[in-house]
T-cell receptor
Framework: EADIYQTPRYLVIGTGKKITLECSQT?????MYWYQQDPGMELHLIHY???????EKGDLSSESTVSRIRTEHFPLTLESARPSHTSQYLC?????????FGSGTRLTVV | GQNIDQPTEMTATEGAIVQINCTYQ??????LFWYQQHAGEAPTFLSY????GLEEKGRFSSFLSRSKGYSYLLLKELQMKDSASYLC??????????FGSGTRLQVQP
């Protein structure tokens, strides 16, 4: 079944740790996105990609980085996590008909 | 800049009809989406409008007026499970969808 997967679902880590949030989709979509969402707040675009080896920063400044080596895989990395990075991170991919979101990763940095 | 406005919260009664409005001012327009998001979960697609008029899909309908920069989502025969946030999002033709802050709908018995 075509879908989009994010792991881990929940993550609690200490300040200063390096983490990578995984996102994979099996729909063959070229366009992929990372959004950040605090509870009850709007989604903010932090990164997007239009295809392999194409990545751009979004509207919201983020200390994270992304890579797109394969069409189906769009991981997000934080080199040194801080409590201000505590949030929900949503990955999405799109075609002409709309966006499909992953289940999200809820990150807590202590 | 991009500006999308929705009411922050709404309350309605089970079995009733509720209309959630969305107004937008964007530098481009290639369609408007409505998403449903339950607390702690990912948004799920509800509807898409690119031309003026009403799109109906079961208990959910969505209307668009491009000249007015206005859309609404109409939910009929409300059920308790419809309690969620409803997100209006515009495809401006640039980069990615721009989302409104969402409307939290509480359905009461």
């Amino acid at each position: 079944e075509a879908d989009i997967y994010q792991t881990p679902r929940y993550l609690v880590i200490g300040t200063g740790k390096k983490i990578t949030l995984e996102c994979s989709q099996t729909m063959g979509h070229d366009k992929m996105y990372w959004y950040q969402q605090d509870p009850g707040m709007e989604l903010h675009l932090i990164h997007y990609s239009y295809g392999v080896n194409s990545t751009e920063k979004g509207d919201l400044s983020s200390e994270s980085t992304v890579s797109r080596i394969r069409t189906e895989h769009f991981p997000l990395t934080l080199e040194s996590a801080r409590p201000s990075h505590t949030s929900q991170y949503l990955c999405a991919s799109s075609d002409l008909y709309g966006y499909t979101f992953g289940s999200g990763t809820r990150l807590t940095v202590v | 800049g991009q500006n999308i406005d929705q009411p922050t919260e709404m309350t309605a009664t089970e079995g009733a009809i509720v209309q959630i409005n969305c107004t937008y001012q964007t530098s481009g327009f290639n369609g408007l989406f409505w998403y449903q998001q339950h607390a702690g979960e990912a948004p799920t697609f509800l509807s898409y409008n690119v031309l003026d008029g009403l799109e109906e899909k079961g208990r959910f309908s969505s209307f668009l007026s491009r000249s007015k920069g206005y859309s609404y989502l109409l939910l009929k025969e409300l059920q308790m499970k419809d309690s969620a946030s409803y997100l209006c999002a515009v495809n401006t033709g640039r980069r990615a969808l721009t989302f409104g802050s969402g409307t939290r709908l509480q359905v009461q018995p």
